[in-house]
């Protein structure tokens, strides 16, 4: 966070009181708070996004007068469980497309030394990491890829589990470095 000063100078006040202020307004609204140094840091709550209330349909379009956010939450708080237990992990290759996962994401891994059949996990088989959905065939752990094109993972040696599958985190592109990089061709 900027010092007192900074934050003057970034919202427009004249004088350095009113960013005390409005620092102090922050900080009992649970936006701010109090940092080594007499610095400010920003809490989990000031980094909260609105949910709206009503889900929008991946069919045919329908109103959307009236939708509000019905509740705030931080994208920490909505994918991670233990925070101190996750790592992000980038995913290569298009053996898990049929489930959604694609090459370049993010996978959100907690981790974990045992998972439950069918969830997603990140492992190491015989010493190479991979994603796949755990399973057994009788007693004998195997991982399923989500690509017909992809065969079964039965382990000639090794099987640990590295950790579950919480979420995967995709960034598309944005229209605007495109649009910089066409306008600069121009010329």
Do not use: C, H, W
């Not at 019905?70 to 995913?91: G, I, M, Q, W, Y």
């Not at 059949?117 to 010493?127: E, M, R, S, T």
């Amino acid at each position: 966070m900027p010092s007192y000063a900074g934050l003057r100078e970034v919202v427009g006040f004249r004088a350095k009181n009113a960013a005390v202020k409005l620092a102090k307004r922050l900080a009992e609204a649970g936006y701010l708070k109090a940092a080594p140094g007499g610095k400010l840091a920003p809490t989990d709550r000031f980094f909260e996004l609105p949910i709206v209330e009503a889900r929008v349909r991946a069919g045919p379009p329908e109103d959307a007068a009236g939708q509000v956010a019905a509740e705030l939450v931080t994208l920490d708080a909505f994918l991670l469980d233990a925070p101190s237990k996750t790592v992000l992990v980038r995913v290569k290759g298009d053996s898990m497309r049929d489930a959604g996962i694609l090459d370049g994401d993010l996978a959100v891994v907690e981790r974990a030394e045992t998972a439950k059949p069918g969830q997603l996990v990140i492992a190491v088989v015989d010493d190479e990491f991979t994603l796949k959905e755990l399973r057994y065939e009788g007693k004998q752990p195997v991982l399923v890829p989500r690509n017909g094109e992809y065969a079964i993972i039965r382990p000639n040696q090794t099987l640990q589990i590295f950790g579950i599958v919480r979420g995967i985190v995709r960034r598309y592109p944005s229209a605007r470095p495109q649009a910089r990089r066409n306008a600069g061709a121009s010329t």
